[in-house]
T-cell receptor, first 109, second 115 residues
Framework: GQNIDQPTEMTATEGAIVQINCTYQTSGFNGLFWYQQHAGEAPTFLSYNVLDGLEEKGRFSSFLSRSKGYSYLLLKELQMKDSASYLCAVRDSNYQLIWGAGTKLIIKP | ETGVTQTPRHLVMGMTNKKSLKCEQHLGHNAMYWYKQSAKKPLELMFVYSLEERVENNSVPSRFSPECPNSSHLFLHLHTLQPEDSALYLC??????????????FGPGTRLTVT
């Protein structure tokens, strides 16, 4: 079967750096997405990786290793507003999106 | 952000009621999606529409009935639901044919509670 694994919950301190990991086993691979979802709000697009390597976008970076079936989202200079759930999703060979259950990130002062 | 709107935001209904969820997108997209989001579970894709035609139905019970009258509007009609159907129902839209090739834009969701 197809599976996306990410930690259920993580805690970090304001101003610090946190890395949220995502591992996947899917039928083929056509890209990986990261979304942010604040409580009670819509998921919003953060990043897209289809080739190996690091994509940087301001305080957020996303890394992909296709050979390892692994990605991470790196958040720097954490702010209280970064408290949210972070969803990893992989597009398989049929272009179907397979979603992880999300990682709830708690930021403490 | 008002690209994708959903109403109502919260809904409480009994198991014998009939209600409808509404989604509207203002982004000029061709594809629209219904997802179910339960606590600590992955998003479950329910239905996909492309240019008002249903292109995917992921073995969803018949008590959920979608309707797409035009490319900007999507409805989810609900009847005789079960308590386990309580969840957040998310609507999304994207460019393309609903195949998942494009980034999806989500609405804020309807929090449904079945009593």
């Amino acid at each position: 079967g197809q599976n996306i694994d990410q930690p259920t919950e993580m805690t970090a301190t304001e101003g610090a750096i946190v890395q949220i990991n995502c591992t996947y086993q899917t039928s083929g691979f056509n890209g990986l997405f990261w979304y942010q979802q604040h409580a009670g709000e819509a998921p919003t697009f953060l990043s897209y990786n289809v080739l190996d390597g690091l994509e940087e976008k301001g305080r957020f970076s996303s890394f992909l290793s296709r050979s390892k079936g692994y990605s991470y989202l790196l958040l720097k200079e954490l702010q209280m507003k970064d408290s949210a759930s972070y969803l990893c999703a992989v597009r398989d060979s049929n272009y179907q999106l397979i979603w992880g259950a999300g990682t709830k990130l708690i930021i403490k002062p | 952000e008002t690209g994708v709107t959903q109403t109502p935001r919260h809904l409480v209904m009994g198991m014998t009621n009939k209600k409808s969820l509404k989604c509207e997108q203002h982004l000029g997209h061709n594809a629209m999606y219904w997802y179910k989001q339960s606590a600590k579970k992955p998003l479950e894709l329910m239905f996909v529409y492309s240019l008002e035609e249903r292109v995917e139905n992921n073995s969803v019970p018949s008590r959920f009935s979608p309707e797409c009258p035009n490319s900007s509007h999507l409805f989810l009609h609900l009847h005789t639901l079960q308590p386990e159907d309580s969840a957040l129902y998310l609507c999304a839209s994207s460019q393309g044919d609903g195949s998942g090739a494009y980034e999806q834009y989500f609405g804020p969701g309807t929090r449904l509670t079945v009593t």
